[in-house]
Nanobody
Framework: QVQLVESGGGLVQAGGSLRLSCAASGSISSINAMGWYRQGPGKQRELVAA?????????NYADSVKDRFTISRDNAKNTVYLQMNSLKPEDTAVYYC?????????????WGQGTQVTVSA
């Protein structure tokens, strides 16, 4: 069984910063990629940022967060981070960690429980 545990959400004023963490644990054979999605009020879930683990750390960002958010990884800890700077009210959402993980011969997508980020004007 695999678990993704997120932390670091909260309430911040516009222009402030937050750092999210997501740690994967369980019977993990390998992690192919990890990332962050978000779902704002009345909106669909969208990709925020992603990083490959097994293919050299390729990065992918949503246009709306480029130059403000930075995704990074600690392979030894099976953890991914999202540093969020210059936060805007429109960044308010539940942020979900996502991971592409292989358990023995089976590859699946796993999700965390979500962490709330609220940015006040």
């Amino acid at each position: 069984q695999v678990q993704l545990v997120e932390s670091g959400g909260g309430l911040v004023q516009a222009g402030g910063s937050l750092r999210l963490s997501c740690a994967a644990s369980g019977s993990i054979s390998s992690i192919n990629a990890m990332g962050w999605y978000r779902q704002g009020p009345g909106k669909q879930r969208e990709l925020v940022a992603a990083i490959t683990i097994t293919s050299g750390g390729r990065l992918n960002y949503a246009d709306s967060v480029k130059d403000r958010f930075t995704i990074s990884r600690d392979n030894a800890k099976n953890t991914v981070y999202l540093q969020m700077n210059s936060l805007k009210p429109e960044d308010t959402a539940v942020y979900y960690c996502n991971a592409d993980i292989r358990v023995r011969s089976v590859r699946n997508i796993y999700w965390g429980q979500g962490t709330q980020v609220t940015v006040s004007a």
